[in-house]
């Protein structure tokens, strides 16, 4: 089992759509944790980092539930530059390991 | 200001041969990351530089892998007989210090094929 799973998508909204995202991860002892935005063949960068309290970014909603071991994210009203891979990202206890799940594509269209 | 920058971007080498790929993190920044991605894979953690010393290198594959920082700012990932597995998209990342309190910044990557 991977450390990190998110589905893969891809998933294709019309613009102004809300879509969601989630993503498990199995190490209960993870210690922070992030979404990265990865354009196609560029470099991962942080879209933000996720609280257990829930945080908002814009148009942007991340949520952490440790109970069950989950993480989301939000993006409402969606745009065109929005379009993108979207990568789960856990930090290894103890380590400064980034573990990345395998990422979830998202196409906006017209 | 300049990020991470990483060179060759592209290589293309024979299997068995030897390949150096280099990573000049931002200016100041003491931590050194190697990470792999292979195609419709996320980031696959190889090696964590904190300053000239490898301080965690439990991703690397095998001994065919290895990665140098001598002076605590440029580094090399070096792989010596290269296998067709090998091909993938090494990304570099450095940040101010350990991950819990800083954010590692990406560099855009050498696309490594090996035929």
């Known amino acids: 089992r991977k450390e990190v799973e998110q589905d893969p998508g891809p998933f294709n909204v019309p613009e102004g759509a809300t879509v969601a995202f989630n993503c498990t991860y199995s190490?209960?002892?993870?210690?922070?944790f992030f979404w990265y935005r990865q354009d196609c063949r560029k470099e991962p960068k942080l879209l933000m980092s996720?609280?257990?309290s829930g945080n908002e970014d814009g148009r942007f909603t991340a949520q952490l539930n440790r109970a069950s071991q989950y993480i989301s994210l939000l993006i409402r009203d969606s745009k065109l530059s929005d379009s993108a891979t979207y990568l789960c990202v856990v930090l290894s206890y103890n380590t400064d390991k980034l573990i990345f799940g395998t990422g979830t594509r998202l196409q906006v269209f017209p | 200001g300049a990020g991470v920058s990483q060179t060759p971007s592209n290589k293309v080498t024979e299997k068995g041969k030897y390949v150096e790929l280099r990573c000049d993190p931002i200016?100041?920044?003491?931590?050194l990351y190697w990470y792999r991605q292979s195609l419709g894979q996320g980031p696959e953690f190889l090696i964590y530089f904190q300053g000239t010393g490898a301080a965690d290198d439990s991703g690397l594959p095998n001994d065919r892998f290895f990665a140098v920082r001598p002076e605590g700012s440029v580094s090399t990932l070096k792989i010596q007989r290269t296998e067709r597995g090998d091909s993938a998209v090494y990304l570099c990342?450095?940040?101010?210090?350990?991950?819990?309190?800083?954010?590692?910044?990406f560099g855009p990557g050498t696309r490594l094929t090996v035929t």
């Open positions: 190490n209960s002892a993870s210690q922070s």
């Open positions: 996720v609280y257990s």
């Open positions: 200016s100041g920044h003491t931590a």
């Open positions: 990342a450095s940040s101010l210090g350990r991950t819990l309190s800083y954010e590692q910044y």
